[in-house]
Structure formats: C-alpha cells, structure tokens
C-alpha cells in the first residue's frame, strides 16, 4: 500500500550519509513532494478493519521496545480540540526501519455536518482525494478504528515503550491524546519527527 512506501523512501533519506550535499537532499525531497507520499492522497480508500495485512518475521511477531510505530492521519483541519480525525493509517518498523507489519489504514465516518464545516483548504484538498466521499460513506467508527489500531499495535510493541514516528508526528499525536487516548497512551513519550530531518537537510 502506499503507506509502505513512505517508509522506503523515509529509510533512504535517514540512512543516508552525515555530508549530504545540500542538492542531493532537495532533489530527493522533490521525489517524495511528487510522489506525494507523505500524505495519503493516493491510498485505497476502500479499505475495512479488517482488510490489513500484518506480516509475520520468522513466523511470528517481533515485540522489542526498540521498535517504531509509524502514523500518518488525515483531518479536517489543525485544531484537536474543534477538528475531527477522517483517516488513519499505521506500521511498525524495526530501529532499521525495515517494515515489520503494515497495520490498518482506516477511514472514520464523520456526519455531513463536520465534512461541510472544513477549512477551506481541507475542503478543497479532501473533495479532490476523495477522501471527503469515502468518510460520508464510511460506517467506521472512531472508537472501532482506535480498538484496531490498539490491537495491532499491541502485536508488535510493549506498553509506553516505542516511540511514535511520522512526518509533523506532533500534530498527529496532539489529535490522538484528544480523539484516541488510548492508543496515544501505549506509546512511548518520545517522537520521531521526519520533518525535522526534511528542514535540516534545506
């Protein structure tokens, strides 16, 4: 899915050598920008709690603490408080960033009175991805999609333990504490911000 493939090219760029010339870094930002994966535009939008595959290494589970947990969402805007969660999507990586399990990628229902109510820019943005369609038509709940999340994540990770990782994570982790308590609380205080490498390498 195209969540995996974030965390290809996420391993490329953090792997890769302390001198990076300046315009070895752009142009591989500028590969990530039109491929846009960081967000996800692209992914299926079709798909249901249960429709994820988890991978198994070895045959079963690897449960270490120093593994990562990788989030990227989608939302109707920047506010945790007066904002609403309209996607969700969810790995676990190694400390090499190799991709153990690839988790749910969840579309949350949310009424017509909260899609209409968007800023204007995720009223644009959303309409174009089709996510605005799919989260009107989605019978997942927000409660169903943090007991998914929690029980992949519980797979692969001990309590408070592992770090959240994602691109402008803290963003994320602020609607997770508010919309998703439980599933924040599993995890490691610490974060692990792309987006702090993308502005150092500028």
Known sequence: MMFSRVFRHLKTLLLLEINLKPHECNTFLAILAKDNSFGLTNSLRNM???????????????????????????MTGLDPDKDHVLEVACLVTDHDLNILA???????HQP??????????????????????????????LKEAE??????????????SCPLGGNTIYMDRLFLKKHMP?????????????????????
């Open 112 to 141: 017509p009175d909260i899609l209409a109510n968007m800023n204007e820019w995720s009223l644009k943005f959303h309409k174009e991805s089709g996510l605005t369609d799919s989260s009107r038509n989605s019978n997942i709940t």
């Open 102 to 108: 690839e988790g749910p990628n969840l579309i949350i």
């Open 48 to 74: 249901s709690l249960n429709n994820y595959t988890a991978p198994l290494v070895n045959g079963e589970s690897t449960k270490a603490e120093n593994n990562i947990v990788w989030v990227d969402m989608e």
């Open 182 to 202: 439980n599933f924040e609380q599993h995890m490691h205080y610490r974060l692990i911000d792309v987006s702090t490498v993308k502005e150092l390498c500028r």
């Open 147 to 160: 007991v998914a999340l929690l029980d992949f994540v519980r797979k692969w990770t001990p309590y408070q």
